[in-house]
């Protein structure tokens, strides 16, 4: 029992740090953190993403429960290399920075929605406001709950969601949630505190690569384990 928590816990904790740097929600939290108080972008998001990968493992965790252990065991394996192959093939693709001015055409355009971009003061006037409002009021301030809604919705869906479901039914659902919870909590962290210039630094390039060798390994890995039966 101990060993397979471990043993999700780390394939959890691998997959989901190479899966989130440079994906769309590390953007969105890195972009948001500059124009709204880090504290609230970090909470909204974390929380999102938490939720998002507990979802995922109860997916993961209940789909032998409907489908056969064999089945589950090898669509598990086809998503790894599937994954994968296409991780590879973005890590070879051109246009490195398109999900990032993706992210940011986005989020510039529901700002104009609501009445122009936030300015450095206007920041500064959150903060001290922030500080005079009650706890309660904070934990449902619009700028959390805006954090949460594009990060969870933006996971939805998303290649490290369907690996996550696919990993905790293969897997140690509880190593996998816990992997996956410090995983995110890192990856979040980094791009609130910076993680529009540490994105620049890092080429997406290797972590695409990165990321596709890991899956593929993963899915031999599957491939060539017996299922319980």
Do not use: Y
């Not at 903060?127 to 934990?139: A, T």
């Amino acid at each position: 029992m101990g060993l397979s928590v471990v043993q999700g816990f780390t394939k959890s904790l691998a997959m989901t740090v190479l899966s989130e740097i440079g994906d769309k929600t590390f953007f969105a939290a890195a972009i948001l953190a500059m124009r709204h108080p880090r504290r609230l972008v970090l909470s909204g998001c974390l929380g999102a993403l938490i939720v998002m990968t507990i979802l995922s493992a109860v997916v993961g965790w209940a789909a032998p429960n409907m489908i056969s252990r064999k089945w589950t065991h090898h669509i598990t394996t086809l998503l790894f290399l599937g994954f994968g192959l296409w991780s590879l093939r973005d890590a070879f693709n051109e246009g490195e920075t398109e999900e990032l001015a993706e992210v940011e055409k986005a989020l510039n355009a529901d700002v104009k929605v609501n009445g122009g971009e936030t300015t450095k003061n206007d920041k500064d006037s959150d903060e001290l406001k922030k500080q005079s409002r009650p706890l309660l009021d904070q934990f449902f301030s619009p700028i959390l709950l805006k954090a949460f809604s594009i990060t969870f919705f933006g996971e939805w869906g998303d290649k490290s969601q369907l690996a996550t479901i696919g990993l905790a039914a293969d897997e140690n659902p509880l190593g996998v949630v816990l992997g996956g919870i410090l995983g995110q909590a890192l990856c979040t962290t980094a791009a609130v505190l910076g993680g529009k210039s540490l994105a620049k630094q890092i080429s997406e390039k290797i972590v695409s690569l990165s990321s596709g060798i890991l899956f593929i390994v993963f899915g031999i890995q599957s491939f060539l384990s017996t299922v319980e039966p």
